[in-house]
């Protein structure tokens, strides 16, 4: 059953501190996108990739989160330093080149105290 | 640039009444559009898409949605809305196969018994 998996499911850290969120696509998959989901903001876009490349990272604040896929089968997200407002849900779906629609996977939920 | 705007935060229906949930599009070319499902603590799910090949789009759990060029409309319904149905839907839209997906606000649907 192929799925996005996303680790870890949750975490608490304290602000200030460096957060790494990690999303193995689905395999085969060429296009990983990182979503942010707050109540008040709803789903937002941090950035995209396709075959590894950003294609458009203008949603995420640039001084403090960073995103890259080190190889096809993993993407990360990281944020240093974290602070309270950075608490969310952040989401990793993948997509196929050519075919419409992005594949969620369950969420890392990030709090920061 | 893309956007929809999804009409109610909050619906309830009764079980077994007709579900309808409203979703207006903009976008400067002809757009992909989708309706995704969240259940609490979850990921989101596709339910169904639009991709220009038909303007009637049947998706699972009984869902369709029509496309409607004249109202800029892709509205969600369902004949008969089973309690299982409660959850948040999000449409979305896209401006090509595998562009970017920008996400509405949200609905989320109540059952009632």
């Known amino acids: 059953d192929a799925r996005v998996t996303q680790t870890p499911r949750h975490k608490v850290t304290e602000m200030g501190q460096e957060v790494t969120m990690r999303c193995q696509p689905i395999l085969g998959h060429n296009t990983v996108f990182w979503y942010r989901q707050t109540m008040m903001q709803g789903l937002e876009l941090l950035a995209y990739?396709?075959?590894?490349?950003?294609?458009?990272d203008s949603g995420m604040p640039k001084d403090r989160f960073s995103a890259e896929m080190p190889d096809a089968t993993l993407a990360t997200l990281k944020i240093q330093p974290s602070e309270p407002r950075d608490s969310a849900v952040y989401f990793c779906?993948?997509?196929?080149?050519?075919?419409?629609?992005?594949?969620f996977g369950q969420g890392t939920r990030l709090t920061v105290v | 640039a893309q956007s929809v705007t999804q009409l109610g935060s909050h619906v309830s229906v009764s079980e077994g009444a007709l579900v309808l949930l409203r979703c207006n599009y903009s976008s400067s070319v002809p757009p992909y559009l989708f309706w995704y499902v969240q259940y609490p603590n979850q990921g989101l799910q596709l339910l169904l898409k639009?991709?220009?090949?038909?303007?009637l789009v049947k998706g699972i759990n009984g869902f369709e949605a029509e496309f409607k060029k004249s109202e800029t409309s892709f509205h969600l319904t369902k004949p008969s809305a089973h309690m299982s149905d409660a959850a948040e839907y999000f449409c979305a839209v896209s401006r090509s196969r595998d562009d970017k997906i920008i996400f509405g606000k949200g609905t989320r649907l109540h059952i009632l018994p």
């Open positions: 639009y991709t220009s090949a038909a303007t």
């Open positions: 779906a993948s997509g196929s080149e050519g075919r419409p629609g992005a594949f």
């Open positions: 990739f396709r075959n590894r490349a950003p294609l458009d």
